[in-house]
């Protein structure tokens, strides 16, 4: 496996796989084509296929992840493997390996910590099903209000990152929804970030595809509502706070009402539930500006780390060996 340098850069592929065995081979070959100067790092998500074997047989670094989920497998490829730029793709052979040069040099050329190749289906397409396609632009549009950007396919698995991105990046998910959370990183980061089309293929006869368009899109978008709750609390617990005080002030002001009329409290228990309510509303008003102190701690935290690791294109260029 080549040890070059690509433009005064270490460049590591890193492909994550599970039963693949059928075209790990090829997927190793054509990247190593695309990239003669990277390394190939497979991470085996506890295969029962013997990929492990064949990924070593075609010469990638081969390393063993026994928790089950891709989200548990990018955190180990992150920790692990150390690199300038980092291209990661599915082992499956549907994201275009060619393309990941012209990829690599965007990052590069624009100064950016992170390119998307952005998925255009060829062949029969059926690999991209449209219920894929819808939760995905569904996805991506949610995320888009929530959290602003503008990316177009946020699930897209195939992303050239910079290793400031990379080591900075938390990886708290487990499974799929993964690519959710590296688009919010880098969101809240307001990192520099690029797309770029390639083609998405079919998978090869045999081979069969671990995502559920249902089971999958539910735990993206639990995985969305969970960051929401995280890194947007202001917003939730104000609406929260806000319907709480509208409702209070509905149950109690006819009570006010006939009290100055009458000088009697009607309806006691509405007036205690009114109160309550109210209550309740400070409480979570107060818990917004809190947790929103908590999460601009936390924000600038993050930011530091990220800023503490120089941007690829200002490292010291090495000669190429």
């Known amino acids: 496996m080549s040890t070059n340098l690509y433009r005064g850069n270490r460049v590591a592929v890193i492909l994550p796989c599970y039963n693949e065995v059928l075209v790990v081979a090829s997927v190793i070959a054509a990247f190593s084509e695309a990239l003669p100067e990277a390394e190939i790092h497979v991470f085996d998500n506890a295969s029962t296929d013997g990929t492990a ?101 946020m699930l897209s698995g195939y992303r050239v990152l910079s290793r400031r991105f990379v080591k900075s990046f938390p990886a708290l998910s487990k499974g799929f929804e993964i690519e959710t959370e590296l688009t919010i990183h880098a969101l809240e980061l307001r990192a520099p970030y690029g797309e ?78 009114g109160g309550l309510i109210m209550i309740a509303a400070i409480v979570t008003g107060a818990t917004a500006v809190i947790m929103d102190s908590v999460v601009t701690g936390r924000a600038e935290a993050k930011r530091l780390r990220y800023l503490d690791i120089p941007a690829v294109s200002e490292r010291p260029k090495r000669a190429t060996s």
Not at 102 to 115: C, E, F, K, P
């Open 53 to 153: 074997e064949a990924a070593r047989a075609a010469g990638a670094h081969v390393r063993h992840v026994g928790q089950r989920g891709k989200g548990n497998v990018v955190r180990r490829m992150f920790a692990d493997v150390e690199a300038d730029i980092y291209v990661m793709a599915d082992g499956d052979g549907t994201y275009d390996a060619p393309k990941s040069r012209a990829l690599v040099d965007r990052l590069l050329d624009d100064g950016l910590d992170m390119v998307v190749g952005t998925r255009q289906p060829v062949g029969d397409g059926l690999e991209y099903r449209p219920g894929h396609a819808w939760g995905n632009r569904l996805l991506t549009g949610t995320v888009a209000q929530v959290f602003g950007g503008g990316f177009t396919d």
């Open 196 to 273: 770029m089309q390639t083609a998405y293929g079919s998978r090869v006869e045999g081979s069969v595809s671990k995502l559920g368009t249902i089971r999958d899109g539910f735990a993206i978008l639990k995985s969305i509502l969970r960051l929401y709750v995280r890194e947007r609390p202001r917003q939730l617990y104000s609406t929260i706070a806000a319907a709480g005080i509208v409702v209070s002030v509905l149950l109690t002001l006819p009570i006010f009402f006939e009290f100055f009329e009458t000088g009697l409290v009607p309806r006691l228990p509405t007036a205690v539930l």
